[in-house]
């Protein structure tokens, strides 16, 4: 692991930021063949790269405003990704009830997934009438249901592309490091960009480094580096909220796509990594964006509407709720749109070798990687850009090596996506008995040590939020797991017994304060009956009445 005293001086690029767009172009950048060095002031995929909905899909909201670009680039990224990483993308199946008098109609969105289906060159939508529904979504509300689309788009671990892209960069020579911040850019008397002081965030040890091009990808902090320089266009924080529930709790065989009841808009049921994400909300977030962004309780009531009108039945309640979650995204606004109605594409601004961007979403990181790049080339040595359409991962087997270990074909698949070539040194070096999956999860008990010693972990949230999604995916954030872990991973983490006690306490109130659901939803709760779920879905029950 590279130290910042290590550090060579002269690099050919400096880029600030650990998220996906950091990490897509230190990908990009190191199969160029530049000296590329990446710095987080955090932890790599602290910030929203690790909190989405783990959605790569097209956007298919997007054609009903017209975004027939976004939409392209979106649908052809997810198809280059689901391709390029088996395993770590993966196919969902989404399922979309229509309604009568509540959201889309049938010829609504037929028109819009079959436009879809045409971006991506094969159909991948079909109708279901009633009648095909009880089966495929038994739970969901039936008053006033004519049917339901289903459709495909993809899912991916979020945090675990982002380390993929970095560890894979790092193999090639590239230099990534967290914990650490760009505390000055430095120009020369023309103003042109000549390097960065970068710092430890915890020793503040600092060093001077040259580089003649600098990309700032941090994300919702891109203005404290870098201005707009368009008075009227500013980064506008907005927060997406998540609730974490057992598969148990909410049986679903496919995602679930639905219009909130309230205000209308998209909400998705997902299952991922043995549990089901509901989510999301998109509010502007007014707290400091240094901090943990964290559900209010407001949210997770939404939320909770939410489900309670599209599967009664069930009779879901926060009680069964596992985790929360929230993360900022960075959207770029003129101040005028409601939350929802604010685009996610993304900008690109240029002053003398600091670029700058911005925006985007996830599944088009390696667009935004290949537009910060261009915007660079400039300021960099002549190098040959990467072809668009080449595979960005490094090639793993189709099919498991041959080693006695008892792992399915299906366990290989998901830790070569994760792990990329790794993977089979973290099976050699694990016992029978860590090859076993951690309850409730997918994850193996040996991902934990061997994410500790080899992907930059300096805290234990680092690892169980991060490296591993432990934290996320079971009850009081592995709490019941926590001294197996700690034996585990003492001999590849130097903390002594005191840092050991001290970690545990930082990673307990973290997740008590992060990602708990807050006390005061359940006091708000209870004082807040649902009589109005009764008057929203009363009328569609009219309508069936009558027809």
């Not at 489900?307 to 926060?318: A, D, Y």
């Not at 990467?386 to 830790?415: H, N, Y």
Request: proline share 6%; charged share 25%; glycine share 6%.
């Amino acid at each position: 692991m590279t130290k910042l005293y290590d550090l060579q001086e002269n690099w050919d690029l400096i880029i600030i930021g650990g998220g996906i767009t950091g990490a897509g172009i230190l990908r990009e950048s190191i199969r160029m063949g530049l000296r590329v060095l990446l710095v987080e002031q955090k932890d790599f995929a602290w910030g929203t790269s690790s909190r989405s909905s783990k959605l790569v899909h097209g956007g298919l909201r997007y054609l009903k405003e017209g975004k027939f670009l976004l939409t392209k680039a979106a649908v052809e990224e997810r198809e280059n990704l689901l391709h390029d990483a088996p395993g770590l993308v993966e196919p969902l199946d989404f399922l979309v009830p229509v309604y009568k008098g509540h959201g889309p109609g049938k010829w609504v969105l037929e028109t819009g997934l079959s436009i879809y289906d045409l971006i991506a060159k094969k159909r991948q939508h079909k109708y279901f009438a009633t009648d095909a529904l009880s089966e495929m979504a038994p739970h969901i509300e039936q008053n006033g249901l004519t049917g339901a689309f289903r459709f495909l788009d993809a899912q991916v671990d979020d945090a675990r592309l982002v380390l993929r892209l970095i560890n894979e960069s790092i193999a090639l020579g590239a230099v990534a490091l967290n914990y650490t911040r760009a505390a000055e850019i430095n120009r020369n008397a023309n103003g042109e960009v000549v390097g960065a002081v970068i710092e430890d965030t915890e020793t503040q040890e600092k060093r001077k480094l040259s580089a003649k091009a600098v990309i700032n990808a941090t994300g919702v902090w891109a203005e404290r580096l870098h201005p707009s320089p368009k008075a009227k266009l500013h980064l506008r924080p907005l927060r997406g909220s998540h609730l974490v529930f057992p598969k148990s709790v909410i049986p679903i065989k496919q995602a679930l796509s639905f219009v909130h009841p309230v205000d209308k808009r998209a909400i998705f049921i997902i299952p991922w990594e043995n549990v089901v994400l509901v989510g999301t909300t998109d509010v502007d977030h007014k707290e400091d964006i240094s901090h943990e962004p964290y559900m209010t309780a407001e949210e997770g009531l939404y939320m909770i509407e939410a489900l309670k009108f599209l599967c009664p039945s069930l009779n879901i309640s926060l009680n069964d709720c596992i985790s929360s979650y929230a993360g900022i995204r960075p959207v770029l606004s003129r101040g005028k749109l409601e939350p929802s109605k604010e685009s996610r594409e993304h900008v690109v601004w240029v002053n003398k070798g600091l670029v700058t961007i911005t925006g985007g979403k996830l599944t088009t990181f390696r667009r935004l990687a290949h537009d910060a790049l261009n915007a660079a080339k400039p300021y960099l040595p002549p190098v040959q850009f990467p072809e668009p359409d080449e595979a960005i991962f490094s090639q793993v087997p189709a099919d498991p090596p041959v080693m006695d270990c008892g792992l399915s074909k299906e366990t290989w698949r998901r830790l070569y996506g994760r792990y990329g070539m790794s993977a089979e040194k973290l099976v050699k070096a694990a016992s029978p008995k860590d090859l076993e999956q951690i309850p409730g999860t997918l994850t193996l008990w040996a991902e934990i040590p061997f994410t500790a010693q080899h992907e930059h972990v300096r805290h234990l949230d680092d690892l169980l939020l991060r490296r591993v999604r432990v934290g996320m995916l079971t009850t009081k954030g592995a709490k019941v797991h926590l001294k197996r872990i700690k034996k585990m991973c003492k001999p590849v983490l130097p903390w002594s017994r005191k840092q050991w006690k001290k970690e545990i306490t930082n990673y307990l109130v973290l997740w008590n304060r992060v990602y708990a659901l807050p006390a005061e939803i359940f006091e708000k709760q209870a004082l807040r009956p649902y009589n109005w779920f009764e008057k929203l879905i009363k009328p569609m029950r009219n309508l069936k009445a009558k027809s």
